[in-house]
């Protein structure tokens, strides 16, 4: 498989650095956002060798350099409502101040010589005024579809003005009970749950993600069960990574929540965990079959749970891409 990794996963970080996607190791920095030639050096990128293995990554052809970046990531601005016992962000000294790179930014997507699509993530994106401000320009002047990675606490009375300037939210939950939310994040679980009901009751984009740890693997069959009464398009469930001892210098996010545990207390309830999960999805197959709803498990929660890989193709229930960078997901986005 090959392609042009730089075109359809750029990544802009919170220090202004401009990366071929995500995951990419720090020595495949291309530039930064403030870089008069930046827009040129993207198109013309030669990817080095990729950590990814997803297959032999190349430089665009003149067709896809005329088609330009189809898809940009960006961490924007460290302004957050919550205060995520795990959050990664709060080991970056970068990170802790207000992003400073707006205009550079603005001034390179205005560049850009057509309609993205662009996925934004902070910090909290809804709680940041020049965020909002840059993507309300984003969607009226050049026509950029916008998705946001949101805690989803909400005001009510910011719903209206959020939908009309973002295409599409995914919403992530830190468990599924209103203590442990509240443990986890200081967040409001009933605030979360009330504008991922809004926003499905109004047909909005909407994506939900569980960030499982232990303190709330219990949680997961409840969360499943409410989000198939819900309008949305993928459920995702990943684990809670915590931010490895040298991640300012090196990136890495490789540090489980679940590293550790004592087998003789956990294997039982992880057991249960997983037994209540199958069921969801053995007694619930038509329904989510009906809906379309696409499920992205990832690798490491379906081995702590036993599930097999394949247990949910085995039941024909749909697994399509995720929001989330994956590698994965875009392999077969490019090869369809």
């Known amino acids: 498989m090959n392609f042009p990794c730089h075109l359809y996963m750029l990544f802009l970080n919170e220090k202004g650095e401009i990366y071929p996607c995500p995951r990419t190791p720090?020595?495949?920095l291309i530039g930064y956002i403030s870089d008069a030639d930046i827009v040129e050096r993207i198109i013309d990128y030669v990817p080095q060798e990729c950590e990814c293995a997803i297959g032999s990554l190349r430089e665009a052809n003149s067709e896809e350099k005329s088609e330009g970046i189809v898809n940009f990531n960006m961490e924007i601005g460290g302004e957050c409502n919550g205060s995520c016992v795990f959050c990664f962000q709060k080991t970056l000294s970068t990170f802790r101040k207000h992003f400073p790179f707006y205009k550079d930014l603005e001034a390179f997507?205005?560049?850009l010589k057509s309609s993205k699509?662009?996925?934004i993530f902070g910090g909290e994106v809804t709680v940041q005024p020049e965020t909002l401000r840059?993507?309300?320009m984003m969607k009226k002047e050049?026509?950029?579809?916008v998705t946001i990675v949101t805690n989803g606490a909400i005001?009510?009375?910011n719903y209206a003005s959020l939908c009309d300037i973002i295409d599409g939210f995914q919403v992530s939950f830190y468990g599924f009970n209103m203590e442990s939310v509240r443990m986890i994040s200081k967040l409001n679980l009933k605030q979360i749950k009330d504008f991922c009901e809004y926003l499905s009751e109004h047909n909005r984009q909407l994506d939900v993600k569980f960030v499982l740890s232990p303190l709330v693997i219990h949680e997961l069959q409840p969360f499943l069960e409410w989000s198939l009464s819900l309008n949305v398009s993928h459920v995702m469930v990943y684990y809670a990574?915590?931010?490895?001892?040298d991640y300012e210098r090196t990136g890495r996010r490789d540090v489980s929540s679940f590293d550790n545990l004592v087998p003789e207390y956990w294997t039982p309830i992880i057991k249960r965990v997983s037994n209540e999960v199958k069921s969801f999805f053995i007694k619930n197959k038509k329904q989510i079959q009906e809906k379309g709803i696409n499920y992205i498990v990832n690798r490491e929660v379906l081995n702590l749970l036993e599930i097999p890989s394949s247990f949910l193709k085995e039941l024909d229930i749909p697994q399509e891409k995720s929001i989330s960078i994956s590698c994965k997901a875009w392999k077969r986005i490019l090869t369809k």
Not at 142 to 145: A, E, F, Q, R, V
Not at 241 to 245: A, D, K, M, W
């Open 134 to 136: 840059l993507i309300s």
């Open 109 to 111: 997507l205005i560049r």
């Open 26 to 28: 720090v020595n495949n």
């Open 155 to 157: 005001p009510h009375n």
């Open 241 to 245: 990574i915590l931010p490895s001892e």
């Open 142 to 145: 050049i026509g950029t579809s």
């Open 117 to 119: 699509t662009a996925t």
